[in-house]
T-cell receptor, first 111, second 114 residues
Framework: TQLLEQSPQFLSIQEGENLTVYCNSS?????LQWYRQEPGEGPVLLVT?????EVKKLKRLTFQFGDARKDSSLHITAAQPGDTGLYLC???????????FGEGTQLTVNP | DAGITQSPRHKVTETGTPVTLRCHQT?????MYWYRQDPGHGLRLIHY???????DKGEVSDGYSVSRSKTEDFLLTLESATSSQTSVYFC?????????????FGSGTRLTVV
């Protein structure tokens, strides 16, 4: 059983559509991160959220940390083919602990 | 200009042979990590290091050992490779103990054990 459950596992959409990816857990996290991974490469950090209810924006990407710090979401507005990739959430259970990763959401944006 | 490099990028080896993967960083980061990535399991921590000669186990450490004799190098050894160790291996670095700082990953090593 994964500590962090991501949904959906796979998502295929058309360019211009909006989408939301979810990362859920029954555990509380002191911080949570989102990474994007492209084929043949390692994950690249997009954002870190640390405060319950926190919202961060990165251009067309909006990240939210749940009030109880057990879940997070990533919303992409007007998706583009360049957004295609594997999106991973990762959480720090307690301060100083190692990151635990979800399985990821494979996003494909078709032109 | 990559701050972290992994070698080799691809390797095919036979069951029962020892294999060593290398991670080299130029960022002078204290923390280094080895993960494996498999379908259905995501990224799982094998071992990590919090300084020269200071290492600790992760969640899937059986069959693996590590060494760190210099700040810049972190080696992962499969003592006797098995088919279940076929995977993509990633090294990561971070400047501090708090995961809050984020990890920088290498490009990975694809290992096939036949």
């Amino acid at each position: 059983t994964q500590l962090l459950e991501q949904s959906p596992q796979f998502l295929s959409i058309q360019e211009g559509e909006n989408l939301t990816v979810y990362c859920n857990s029954s555990s509380v996290f002191s911080s949570l991160q989102w990474y994007r991974q492209e084929p043949g490469e390692g994950p690249v950090l997009l954002v870190t959220v640390v405060t319950g209810g926190e919202v961060k924006k990165l251009k067309r990407l909006t990240f939210q940390f749940g009030d109880a710090r057990k879940d997070s979401s990533l919303h992409i507005t007007a998706a583009q083919p360049g957004d295609t990739g594997l999106y991973l959430c990762a959480g720090e259970r307690t301060s100083g602990s190692r990151l635990t990763f979800g399985e990821g959401t494979q996003l494909t944006v078709n032109p | 200009d990559a701050g972290i490099t992994q070698s080799p990028r691809h390797k095919v080896t036979e069951t029962g042979t020892p294999v060593t993967l290398r991670c080299h960083q130029t960022e002078n980061h204290r923390y280094m990590y080895w993960y494996r990535q498999d379908p259905g399991h995501g990224l799982r921590l094998i071992h990590y290091s919090y300084g020269v000669k200071d290492t600790d186990k992760g969640e899937v450490s059986d069959g693996y050992s590590v060494s760190r004799s210099k700040t810049e190098d972190f080696l992962l050894t499969l003592e006797s490779a098995t088919s279940s160790q076929t995977s993509v291996y990633f090294c990561a670095i971070s400047p501090g103990g708090r995961s809050y700082y984020g990890y920088t990953f290498g490009s990975g090593t694809r290992l096939t054990v036949v």
